[in-house]
């Protein structure tokens, strides 16, 4: 094992975009299904029809929040997984019943939905990408615009994981519903800060991933609507309704659907929370650091439904972002950039860049994105902290 | 974190040594483009007697580099300039303790600001002589 201490010597999470941490409701609940519930849910006796039951539970429990039939929900591996079946699935579906195939989707989705386009271009399926408002919307006309008669699937992720960006998802799907095509969202993101019902919104598919709502990693949920037109992925087994074989993981899935039910329930006072800290962070920041700007939909106040309300993104100029990440690791606190340095020339975020934030500013991007248990004293800490770290960073510099 | 950076590295990063601008080089390089936000190293070298008496940088960059930055004016204080220019990128990531692949360009970019102030202090003292 490791000798270094779990936490990394973490004290002020500020990445939850990235991952949450499990919650311990959560991970009381999924225990038993390590130990006395090990059973194979598709085994007959009594240990398989055991989880079987707790798997039926569960799948019950995330339809009760999607508002969907329980038959609707495929337990997947995560968010990758699932946006790559809801893209591969209708597509691959209607490429093999013949004719064309067209995609629509927007630049600032995730890799996981971006990089499946990309493969399914190469596959001979046409892709259109469309380009979003400096605040990072999609324009709903701009979807119907772009809309073919083979098209035959919309990707618009729910919000965005960078920016915070939340879409006119209502709108587009009322547009993809009048036409017949089947609307996917990544929600991914979203889950545990918005509503999911799928009715609601309009979509087709839908996906989540237990660990961005203080869940197990490696688990996660894609809604199908019955009947919509899907080549499933996975061969193997029956599970899962024939639709993605592989032996269940039974203990992941209760805590995923425990996770989702308790996120659902405090939805309203987390985002009450995580909102007056995001603020206060914004406006900190903004006044404390010169040449400072965000990235992504102003604050709206407590009724804000365009942006995340944990979701705080800054270009700060100036500064490069992997060493701001690191100057506040050395602080103990947890960060992300927009600037992924790998190679010596950075690789600028594709969602700044899709919004217009030119590449000298994406490269001093800042991601900060709260969570529960973040308290008013941290942020306060934080914005002690930053102010210096940028003048430092920036002397070194010139 | 431990395992993507070194100590030293870190500790190179949080407390850069002979940073900031030399207004008495008589030797100058810059590595790498700040346009478009890419990373850059400046050092700049002050030649006295035949040896480099002060080594100081500028960096924007990641982490990383600037602690490339900061272990190469270390590496070439007092030495004779034919050997700092033969500074290699190898040297400055085992006097890191070691770099994740990935930061590779960091020595690299470091090494070649390192060359660029020698150059130019040869072709400034070329200049003088001539």
Same mark, same amino acid.
């Given at each position: 094992?490791?000798?270094?201490?779990?936490?990394?010597?973490?004290?002020?999470?500020?990445?939850?975009?990235?991952?949450?941490?499990?919650?311990?409701?959560?991970?009381?609940?999924?225990?038993?299904?390590?130990?006395?519930?090990?059973?194979?849910?598709?085994?007959?006796?009594?240990?398989?029809?055991?989880?079987?039951?707790?798997?039926?539970?569960?799948?019950?429990?995330?339809?009760?929040?999607?508002?969907?039939?329980?038959?609707?929900?495929?337990?997947?591996?995560?968010?990758?997984?699932?946006?790559?079946?809801?893209?591969?699935?209708?597509?691959?579906?209607?490429?093999?019943?013949?004719?064309?195939?067209?995609?629509?989707?927007?630049?600032?989705?995730?890799?996981?939905?971006?990089?499946?386009?990309?493969?399914?271009?190469?596959?001979?399926?046409?892709?259109?990408?469309?380009?979003?408002?400096?605040?990072?919307?999609?324009?709903?006309?701009?979807?119907?615009?772009?809309?073919?008669?083979?098209?035959?699937?919309?990707?618009?992720?729910?919000?965005?994981?960078? =920016?915070?960006?939340?879409?006119?998802?209502?709108?587009?799907?009322?547009?993809?519903?009048?036409?017949? =095509?089947?609307?996917?969202?990544?929600?991914?993101?979203?889950?545990?800060?918005?509503?999911?019902?799928?009715?609601?919104?309009?979509?087709?598919?839908?996906?989540?991933?237990?660990?961005?709502?203080?869940?197990?990693?490696?688990?996660?949920?894609?809604?199908?609507?019955?009947?919509?037109?899907?080549?499933?992925?996975?061969?193997?087994?029956?599970?899962?309704?024939?639709?993605?074989?592989?032996?269940?993981?039974?203990?992941?899935?209760?805590?995923?659907?425990?996770?989702?039910?308790?996120?659902?329930?405090?939805?309203?006072?987390?985002?009450?929370?995580?909102?007056?800290?995001?603020?206060?962070?914004?406006?900190?920041?903004?006044?404390?650091?010169?040449?400072?700007?965000?990235?992504?939909?102003?604050?709206?106040?407590?009724?804000?439904?365009?942006?995340?309300?944990?979701?705080?993104?800054?270009?700060?100029?100036?500064?490069?972002?992997?060493?701001?990440?690191?100057?506040?690791?050395?602080?103990?606190?947890?960060?992300?950039?927009?600037?992924?340095?790998?190679?010596?020339?950075?690789?600028?975020?594709?969602?700044?860049?899709?919004?217009?934030?030119?590449?000298?500013?994406?490269?001093?991007?800042?991601?900060?994105?709260?969570?529960?248990?973040?308290?008013?004293?941290?942020?306060?800490?934080?914005?002690?902290?930053?102010?210096?770290?940028?003048?430092?960073?920036?002397?070194?510099?010139? | 974190?431990?395992?993507?950076?070194?100590?030293?590295?870190?500790?190179?990063?949080?407390?850069?040594?002979?940073?900031?601008?030399?207004?008495?080089?008589?030797?100058?390089?810059?590595?790498?483009?700040?346009?478009?936000?890419?990373?850059?190293?400046?050092?700049?070298?002050?030649?006295?007697?035949?040896?480099?008496?002060?080594?100081?940088?500028?960096?924007?960059?990641?982490?990383?580099?600037?602690?490339?930055?900061?272990?190469?004016?270390?590496?070439?204080?007092?030495?004779?300039?034919?050997?700092?220019?033969?500074?290699?990128?190898?040297?400055?990531?085992?006097?890191?303790?070691?770099?994740?692949?990935?930061?590779?360009?960091?020595?690299?970019?470091?090494?070649?600001?390192?060359?660029?102030?020698?150059?130019?202090?040869?072709?400034?003292?070329?200049?003088?002589?001539?």
């Amino acid at each position: 094992m490791t000798s270094t201490p779990l936490d990394g010597g973490t004290r002020i999470y500020l990445d939850h975009a990235a991952t949450t941490p499990v919650d311990p409701a959560v991970l009381d609940a999924m225990l038993p299904h390590w130990t006395a519930g090990w059973g194979n849910p598709s085994s007959l006796y009594g240990a398989g029809r055991a989880a079987r039951a707790a798997l039926d539970e569960a799948r019950a429990t995330v339809a009760g929040v999607l508002g969907c039939a329980p038959n609707e929900i495929v337990f997947t591996s995560g968010g990758t997984e699932g946006d790559n079946l809801a893209l591969r699935g209708p597509l691959e579906a209607a490429r093999a019943r013949g004719g064309g195939a067209h995609l629509i989707t927007t630049r600032i989705e995730h890799h996981a939905v971006l990089h499946a386009a990309e493969y399914l271009e190469h596959d001979g399926v046409a892709v259109t990408c469309l380009p979003v408002d400096p605040e990072g919307f999609v324009d709903p006309a701009a979807v119907e615009a772009a809309i073919r008669p083979d098209t035959r699937l919309i990707s618009v992720g729910y919000a965005n994981n960078e =920016i915070g960006t939340i879409q006119p998802l209502a709108r587009i799907g009322a547009i993809a519903r009048a036409r017949g =095509i089947p609307l996917h969202t990544d929600a991914v993101q979203a889950a545990g800060s918005l509503p999911l019902d799928v009715d609601a919104l309009g979509v087709d598919l839908l996906t989540i991933a237990a660990h961005k709502f203080y869940g197990p990693k490696g688990i996660g949920a894609l809604y199908v609507r019955a009947g919509a037109p899907m080549r499933y992925q996975q061969r193997g087994g029956p599970q899962e309704g024939d639709r993605r074989a592989g032996t269940e993981n039974v203990a992941a899935i209760v805590g995923l659907a425990t996770a989702l039910a308790r996120a659902d329930r405090d939805r309203a006072a987390h985002n009450a929370h995580c909102r007056a800290l995001r603020d206060h962070l914004i406006a900190g920041l903004l006044a404390a650091i010169p040449d400072t700007r965000l990235n992504g939909p102003p604050p709206g106040g407590p009724d804000d439904d365009r942006r995340l309300a944990n979701n705080v993104n800054v270009a700060i100029a100036g500064v490069e972002g992997e060493s701001l990440v690191i100057a506040l690791d050395l602080e103990g606190i947890a960060a992300s950039s927009g600037s992924a340095c790998t190679t010596g020339a950075t690789e600028p975020s594709h969602v700044l860049r899709a919004i217009g934030v030119p590449d000298d500013a994406i490269v001093g991007s800042l991601r900060l994105t709260l969570g529960r248990d973040n308290t008013p004293a941290q942020i306060t800490e934080v914005l002690a902290l930053l102010p210096a770290i940028v003048a430092r960073l920036r002397d070194s510099a010139w | 974190m431990d395992a993507v950076y070194s100590a030293a590295v870190l500790d190179h990063y949080a407390r850069p040594r002979n940073l900031g601008r030399l207004p008495e080089a008589n030797g100058r390089g810059v590595a790498g483009d700040l346009r478009g936000g890419d990373t850059q190293v400046e050092i700049a070298i002050r030649v006295e007697a035949g040896r480099i008496a002060a080594a100081r940088h500028r960096t924007f960059g990641c982490s990383a580099t600037i602690a490339a930055a900061s272990v190469a004016t270390e590496l070439i204080a007092g030495r004779a300039p034919a050997e700092a220019a033969a500074l290699t990128a190898e040297a400055i990531t085992a006097a890191l303790g070691g770099l994740p692949p990935e930061r590779r360009y960091a020595p690299a970019l470091a090494a070649d600001a390192v060359r660029r102030a020698v150059a130019d202090y040869r072709t400034r003292s070329a200049g003088e002589e001539g």
